[in-house]
């Protein structure tokens, strides 16, 4: 398992219905936390009482900020202990295990103009990316921010605060008020010359931003799930190399690589099993992966460099990977 940070719960803030605002400080005072980046998350260890429960979270503080780490957990109604723990457990003063921040969805450093276009709870990751923006005065910035409804809809006034402060345009959208979800079509039809657009949220409008954004070169388009792409790999029937550990280690149908790496006793690197934090990615030295991550872009996986063990597998009846 990866080193962790002891934080303490400093402030729980409700910011609507179903989402709860989390600031998590150092337990010493005065302490400085590992910086990070507009788009980064942390993964929180959750003592839910049913066995390892790691979940990822996006930071949405301004990256300048050292001394806290501040996300947006929604209670989702299919949790299987993460979101619901947090909604009717955690409470100020608790010490939770935390990693260090990783980021898997960068802003690019350019001036250009950046989109952003968020879905429910998919805003968190975009709000650092605002602060950063608005804290180099030079990128025109949108946001596209919808919601099923008004009461659904987090971090309104502080959105609205720093459009103001930047003369950036912020959209609203509410699905119920409009009778329709996001025109993502439009949207992207009407991008400002050269822009970069970012998306993050559920799965069908990410779907919809990906068939969208296809006739758009690629360094510009810019997405993150907050779940699953696809579905496991778990046909098996492949040998997984150990190249450091100097082993070879049977994938079973049924299996990802990752349970069968964890049924031997091995303690490699993971967190939220489904393909979209990162934290699992090794290097492949030979044999072709069967990718199913939403981190590695299309030109990643082509490459056939790396891949995520806890849902990818092999194409190739033996492949070897840097662990």
């Known amino acids: 398992m990866t080193s962790t940070l002891d934080l303490r719960v400093r402030a729980l803030t409700w910011e609507a219905e179903a989402v709860l605002g989390i600031e998590l400080v150092p337990t010493t005072d005065g302490a400085t936390l590992p910086a990070f980046t507009a788009g980064a998350h942390i993964d929180l260890h959750l003592p839910t009482g049913t066995g390892d429960c790691v979940r990822s979270y996006s930071l949405m503080n301004d990256p300048a900020e050292r001394h806290r780490y501040c996300i947006g957990v929604n209670r989702d109604a299919a949790s299987t202990g993460g979101s619901a723990w947090i909604h009717s457990q955690l409470r100020p003063g608790q010490v939770l295990q935390v990693s260090a921040p990783r980021n898997n969805f960068p802003l690019d450093n350019s001036a250009a103009p950046a989109v952003f276009i968020a879905g429910g709870i998919g805003i968190t990751p975009m709000l650092s990316m605002i602060r950063t923006a608005v804290a180099q005065d030079t990128r025109p910035w949108t946001l596209h921010y919808?919601?099923?409804?008004?009461?659904?809809?987090?971090?309104?006034?502080?959105?609205?605060?720093?459009?103001?402060?930047?003369?950036?345009?912020?959209?609203?959208?509410?699905?119920?008020?409009?009778?329709?979800?996001l025109d993502m079509a439009g949207l992207i039809a009407a991008l400002p010359a050269g822009a970069?657009?970012?998306?993050?949220?559920?799965?069908?409008?990410?779907?919809?931003?990906?068939?969208?954004?296809a006739g758009l070169p690629a360094e510009r388009v810019h997405l993150e799930y907050f779940g699953a792409r696809e579905a496991p790999a778990t046909a098996g029937g492949f040998t997984v190399r150990l190249h450091r550990a100097g082993r070879d280690v049977s994938v079973a149908p049924g299996q990802t690589i990752l349970d069968a790496l964890l049924a031997t006793g091995l303690e490699p690197l993971y967190s939220c099993q489904e393909g979209y934090c990162g934290t699992c990615e090794v290097a492949v030295l030979s044999g072709v992966p069967e990718h199913r991550d939403a981190v590695l872009d299309d030109a990643e996986k082509a490459s056939n460099r790396r891949m995520m063990i806890c849902c990818s597998g092999s194409r190739t009846p033996v492949i070897e990977i840097d662990l």
């Not at 502080?158 to 699905?175: F, N, P, S, V």
């Open 196 to 213: 970069h657009v970012y998306a993050c949220g559920p799965r069908p409008m990410l779907q919809a931003f990906e068939q969208t954004t």
């Open 146 to 181: 919808a919601a099923r409804n008004r009461a659904a809809m987090a971090f309104v006034p502080e959105l609205q605060a720093l459009a103001r402060r930047d003369g950036a345009t912020l959209h609203l959208h509410l699905d119920d008020e409009a009778g329709q979800v």
